[in-house]
């Protein structure tokens, strides 16, 4: 699928989205955390390439339209809603003005992701459930016919939840080959690297020994997730994909550094993070 809304397609080949619009949605995550007070910076971050390939893959239309058959998709990580409503704004599920009130008293738009908000299909933010939820429509859609898919966004600390895990066997069981779980693949949790909460050891066999069909990416390459996600049509069983990200991705400071998990930028930091974003 091409860019969303012909946005960049009046002035650039088919492929130069994929280089200007991580650009523009970094400024706009930076534009509004900044303006809010607001942190998960990191968290953002790392999911701008998996978050815009995932709607890329989808059919917009049938989204807006809120088609039974539509594509789901669903981030686990709640936390990283700055980047899921700065990507939505790009494909046009959220207005500018209504992006910019992000985190403000009385916006919709708060600091983690909300079904209220128009398009989003489940609240998130307690970790460990999307996957669960995201069964659950993949078994609809089979029931319905429908060749859409199921597509859940998960970080790498998150899938230290059992109920990832517990979510995952019934899809296999299940054979639901419509439902793509992308793991964030940062190796940062909230506070300190995510091997020294829980040691998962390499996460392609754990999941491959959990019976889903594993590729691994760059997670800053949206041409690579998507060519990943094409192949899952051919499969019988659910697909990880398991994307290897940066916390912080594109923001010099905050690269590869647990504290920008929580902390909030000052006017020299936005500054500075907004002159370096290319
Ligand atoms: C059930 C639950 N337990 C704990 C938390 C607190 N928490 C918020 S973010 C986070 C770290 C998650 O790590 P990861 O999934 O790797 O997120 P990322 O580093 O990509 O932001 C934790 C433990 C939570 N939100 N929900």
Same mark, same amino acid.
């Given at each position: !699928?091409?860019?969303?809304?012909?946005?960049?397609?009046?002035?650039?080949?088919?492929?130069?989205?994929?280089?200007?619009?991580?650009?523009?949605?970094?400024?706009?995550?930076?534009? %509004?955390?900044?303006?809010?007070?607001?942190?998960?910076?990191?968290?953002?971050?790392?999911?701008? $390439?998996?978050?815009?390939?995932?709607?890329?893959?989808?059919?917009?239309?049938?989204?807006?339209? @809120?088609?039974?058959?539509? +594509?789901?998709?669903?981030?686990?990580?709640?936390?990283?809603?700055?980047?899921?409503?700065?990507? !939505?704004?790009?494909?046009?599920? #959220? =207005?500018?003005?209504?992006?910019?009130?992000?985190?403000?008293?009385?916006?919709? &738009?708060?600091?983690?992701?909300?079904?209220?908000?128009?398009?989003?299909?489940? =609240?998130?933010?307690?970790?460990?459930?999307?996957?669960?939820?995201?069964?659950?429509?993949?078994?609809?859609?089979?029931?319905?016919?429908?060749?859409?898919?199921?597509?859940?966004?998960?970080? +790498?600390?998150?899938?230290?939840?059992?109920?990832?895990?517990?979510?995952?066997?019934?899809?296999?069981?299940?054979?639901? *080959? *419509?439902?793509?779980? &992308?793991?964030?693949?940062?190796?940062? =949790?909230?506070?300190?690297?995510?091997? +020294?909460? #829980?040691?998962?050891?390499?996460?392609?066999?754990?999941?491959? /020994?959990?019976?889903?069909?594993? $590729?691994?990416?760059? /997670?800053?390459?949206?041409?690579?997730?998507? *060519?990943?996600?094409?192949?899952?049509?051919?499969?019988?069983?659910?697909?990880? &994909? %398991?994307?290897?990200?940066?916390?912080?991705?594109?923001?010099?400071?905050?690269?590869?550094?647990?504290?920008?998990?929580?902390?909030?930028?000052?006017? +020299?930091?936005? =500054?500075?993070?907004? @002159?370096?974003?290319?």
């Amino acid at each position: !699928m091409g860019p969303p809304n012909g946005m960049y397609s009046m002035r650039m080949n088919a492929n130069t989205h994929l280089i200007e619009a991580p650009i523009q949605i970094r400024s706009d995550i930076l534009n %509004i955390l900044y303006k809010s007070n607001a942190s998960h910076l990191g968290s953002s971050m790392s999911t701008v $390439e998996m978050l815009y390939a995932m709607y890329c893959v989808s059919d917009i239309d049938k989204i807006k339209n @809120k088609s039974a058959d539509r +594509d789901r998709i669903i981030v686990s990580k709640g936390h990283a809603a700055a980047a899921t409503y700065s990507v !939505m704004k790009e494909f046009g599920l #959220i =207005s500018k003005s209504t992006l910019e009130t992000y985190h403000q008293r009385g916006s919709l &738009l708060q600091g983690h992701v909300s079904h209220f908000v128009d398009f989003v299909e489940h =609240s998130t933010g307690a970790l460990g459930h999307g996957v669960s939820v995201a069964v659950g429509h993949a078994i609809y859609l089979k029931m319905i016919k429908s060749k859409s898919r199921v597509l859940v966004l998960c970080g +790498d600390g998150e899938i230290q939840e059992g109920s990832i895990w517990e979510a995952l066997m019934l899809a296999v069981t299940k054979n639901l *080959n *419509n439902l793509i779980i &992308l793991i964030d693949n940062n190796k940062i =949790s909230s506070i300190t690297k995510t091997e +020294d909460v #829980i040691n998962t050891g390499k996460l392609s066999e754990r999941f491959n /020994g959990f019976g889903a069909f594993v $590729e691994e990416v760059d /997670g800053h390459s949206i041409f690579a997730i998507k *060519n990943a996600i094409s192949k899952s049509k051919n499969l019988t069983q659910p697909m990880v &994909l %398991i994307c290897n990200t940066v916390k912080g991705k594109g923001v010099s400071f905050a690269e590869n550094e647990a504290i920008w998990h929580y902390k909030s930028m000052n006017s +020299d930091l936005f =500054s500075e993070a907004i @002159k370096g974003l290319k």
